[in-house]
C-alpha cells in the first residue's frame, strides 16, 4: 500500500509540472524498491526469480535532467544485492553507484540502504539494473530521463514512448548457471530464450499469449527507448517492413539516421523512432544474438514482440524482420561507427583536445591451470579474463570505503598504463604463455582534471571476441575505432574530434581497438568492466581512483549514514 501511494504522489507531482501549476525546477523522486523472490513461468515451466517489487523487468523510473531520485532499497530476498544506475554520472556522489565491494558492500537480506541518484545532463534513456554475481539477470528496469521542463526534444515529440528492453532467460536458476561456471572452470551454459519485455515471444513453446504487443495509429511517430539487459550477447533487433530513425544513444543524442537493424550492446540504450506508415496490419519486431566467435555455444533463437496497427482488419501472420547472420561482425560495427553526436548549441561537444594522459588497455580472455587439467576450460585449463593481463579479484572490503578511511591492504594503486608485454595484439597462433594473466586488486590513479585517452585494445588470446567496455562514473567521447592493432602513428589522424559520439558503453569490435576520451573531473571510485557477465566473473574489469581536486566543488562528499556494512 505504501509503495501504491508514493507511486500516486509523484504521478500527481510530475502532472502539475506538466501543467505548469508548480515551479520549474530540479526535485527529488522518491522510490521503494523491495528485492524479493516471485514465481514466474516461462516456456513451460516455473521457478522462483529475484525481482524489484514483485515485478519483471522492473519498475520504469521517470525523472527529468536534472533532478535526483532517491530509492529506498529494502532487501526481503534470501541473497546479497546491491543496484547501479547505469550510464548516470553521480557527480562527486559514487556512494549510489552500486557495484559491489567497488563503491559499497552489499545490502544483506534483511537490511535496506537509500541510494540518492543525481542526474546531472543526461537526456534519454538510462537503465538500473543488480550489480552483484549475476542477479542482473532479473532485477532490472529502464530509467527514462526526459528533457528538463519546458525544454523540448531536438525532434518532433512521438506519440508516445515504449521502454523495449531486451533479456535472456534460464529454465534453471540463474545463481545455479554461475555456481556451476565458477565451479567447473568451463563456459557458462547457453540460456533457454531471449526476452523482450519480460516475454520471449511466440516462437517459443507456451508463449504465445504472453507476447508483448504494442498498438499504433498509422501516420504517428512512436519512440521506443531500447535497453539491453541481455546477461551475455550483444543483439540484433529489427521490425519486419518498418525503418528506424536511431536518435540517441547512453542518455545523448546523435544526429538522426535511418536504418533496417540495430545493434545494441549489453549495457548499452539505444532511442530510435518507429514510424507507423505501412498498412495495417500485424508485424513482428525481433531481435537475436550476434555472435563472432566460432565453436562458442550460444542461445540461437529469435524473440519477437507484435505491433498491431489500431483499425478494424483481419491480420495475417506476421513475418519475421531481416536481421543480419548471427556472425556479421561487420553489421555490428558498421551500425555503431555510424554514431555522431547532435553537437549543435543546445548539445555542445566539449572533447578533451589536449589530453596529458595516454593509456592503453588490453581486453583478453585468458586461462589458468587447473590442477590435473580437470577443469572445463581449454586444454583442462580454467577460463579467466583480464585488462592488461591483470584478472580482477574482488576484495572483500568496497575499495571506495578503503580510499576513504584509509585502510590499508584492500588494493593496489599500481594498475599499469600499458600492457605489460608487448606482442601482436590480434595476431594468429599466439605463444600460450601470454594466456596465464596475474590475478591482483588493483587501481589506476589518476590527477583531478585529467584529460584522458583510452585505446581499449581487444586481443585474439583463444580467438577473440568482442567487448562491451562499461565506465562508470563517466561518459567518454569515441573518437576513433578500428579491426587489428591499433597504430598510434596513423590511426589518430582519423580521429572525429568533431561530434563523436558520447557514450558509457562501447563495444570493442573483435580483435580491432576503441578510443574513449574523457576529462577526469569526478572524484571517488569508478569501475570499468567488459558488460558480457561471464567475462566480469572471470575478471575482465578494473577500477579508478580520480583524486580530489582543490575546489571546494571538485571533492568527494562524504558518505551516508546508512551504507551497508561488509
Known amino acids: ?80 544485492i546491491t543496484i547501479h544506475w547505469h550510464g548516470v554520472k553521480q557527480p562527486r556522489y559514487p556512494w549510489s553507484d552500486g557495484p559491489e565491494f567497488i563503491t559499497q558492500c552489499p545490502i544483506r537480506p534483511g537490511t535496506n540502504f537509500s541510494q540518492k541518484i543525481k542526474l546531472s545532463d543526461e537526456e534519454g534513456t538510462l537503465w538500473w539494473h543488480a550489480h552483484s554475481d549475476w542477479s542482473r539477470a532479473t532485477v532490472h528496469g529502464a530509467l527514462v530521463i526526459r528533457p528538463a521542463n519546458k525544454t523540448n526534444y531536438p525532434f518532433p515529440k512521438p506519440a508516445a514512448e515504449v521502454p523495449i528492453i531486451l533479456g535472456e532467460w534460464w529454465k534453471s536458476d540463474v545463481q545455479e548457471i554461475l555456481n556451476e561456471l565458477l565451479a567447473s572452470g568451463a563456459d557458462a551454459n547457453k540460456s533457454d530464450a531471449f526476452l523482450i519485455n519480460g516475454q520471449p515471444g511466440d516462437l517459443y513453446p507456451c508463449s504465445k499469449n504472453d507476447t508483448f504487443k504494442l498498438t499504433v495509429e498509422k501516420g504517428k511517430t512512436y519512440m521506443l527507448r531500447m535497453v539491453n539487459a ?49 498498412n495495417p496490419n500485424h508485424y513482428y519486431m525481433g531481435a537475436r544474438a550476434y555472435n563472432s566467435v566460432n565453436g562458442v555455444e550460444f542461445d540461437r533463437t529469435t524473440t519477437t514482440a507484435i505491433i498491431q496497427y489500431r483499425g478494424n482488419y483481419t491480420p495475417s501472420t506476421p513475418v ?25 548549441k543546445k548539445h555542445p561537444v566539449n572533447v578533451p583536445l589536449n589530453v596529458t594522459t595516454n593509456l592503453l588497455f588490453t581486453f583478453s580472455v585468458n586461462t589458468l591451470p587447473c590442477e590435473n587439467e580437470s577443469c572445463g576450460g581449454p586444454n583442462g585449463d580454467r577460463f579467466a579474463a583480464s585488462v592488461n593481463n591483470i584478472s580482477f579479484v574482488l576484495p572483500r572490503i568496497d575499495i571506495l570505503g578503503a580510499y576513504y578511511k584509509n585502510i590499508n591492504g584492500v588494493y593496489r594503486d599500481e594498475f599499469p598504463s600499458f600492457p605489460p608485454f608487448n606482442f601482436n595484439f590480434t595476431g594468429d597462433s599466439l605463444p600460450v604463455e601470454l594466456q596465464r594473466p596475474d590475478r591482483r586488486t588493483e587501481v589506476h590513479v589518476l590527477e583531478y582534471g585529467t584529460n584522458v585517452e583510452i585505446v581499449l585494445q581487444g586481443t585474439s588470446l583463444l580467438g577473440g571476441v ?95 549514514p546508512d551504507m551497508p556494512k561488509c
Open 1 to 80: 500500500m505504501r509503495l501504491k501511494v508514493e507511486i500516486f504522489i509523484q504521478q500527481i507531482i510530475g502532472f502539475l509540472f506538466l501543467v505548469g501549476l508548480l515551479p520549474v525546477h530540479a526535485f527529488v523522486h522518491q522510490h521503494r524498491f523491495v528485492i524479493k523472490e516471485a514465481p514466474y513461468s516461462k516456456l513451460c515451466s516455473s521457478k522462483n526469480i529475484l525481482t524489484v517489487n514483485g515485478q519483471f523487468p522492473g519498475p520504469v523510473l521517470y525523472a527529468n535532467t536534472g533532478d535526483t531520485l532517491v530509492v529506498n532499497v529494502q532487501n526481503d530476498g534470501s541473497q546479497n
Open 320 to 344: 519475421l524482420p531481416n536481421l543480419p547472420n548471427f556472425d556479421d561482425t561487420n553489421a555490428s560495427f558498421n551500425f555503431t561507427k555510424t554514431f555522431k553526436s547532435l553537437a549543435d
Open 230 to 278: 541481455v546477461m551475455n550477447n550483444l543483439m540484433f533487433f529489427s521490425v519486419a517492413n518498418h525503418q528506424l530513425t536511431v536518435v540517441g544513444t547512453d542518455a545523448s543524442y546523435i544526429k538522426p539516421f535511418k536504418t533496417n537493424y540495430i545493434t545494441i550492446s549489453p549495457g548499452e540504450t539505444i532511442d530510435v523512432l518507429l514510424e507507423a506508415n505501412q
Open 466 to 560: 568482442d567487448h562491451p567496455i562499461h565506465l562508470h562514473g563517466y561518459s567518454f567521447y569515441v573518437v576513433g575505432s578500428g579491426f587489428g592493432n591499433f597504430d598510434k602513428d596513423k590511426d589518430p589522424l582519423k580521429y572525429n574530434l568533431v561530434d563523436p559520439p558520447h557514450q558509457n558503453t562501447i563495444a570493442i569490435v573483435r580483435n580491432g581497438w576503441a578510443a574513449i576520451r574523457f576529462k577526469a573531473d569526478n572524484p571517488g571510485v569508478w569501475f570499468m568492466h567488459c558488460h558480457l557477465e561471464r567475462h566480469v566473473s572471470w575478471g575482465m574489469e578494473m577500477a579508478f581512483i580520480v583524486k580530489d581536486g582543490k575546489g571546494s566543488q571538485q571533492k568527494l562528499l562524504p558518505p551516508p
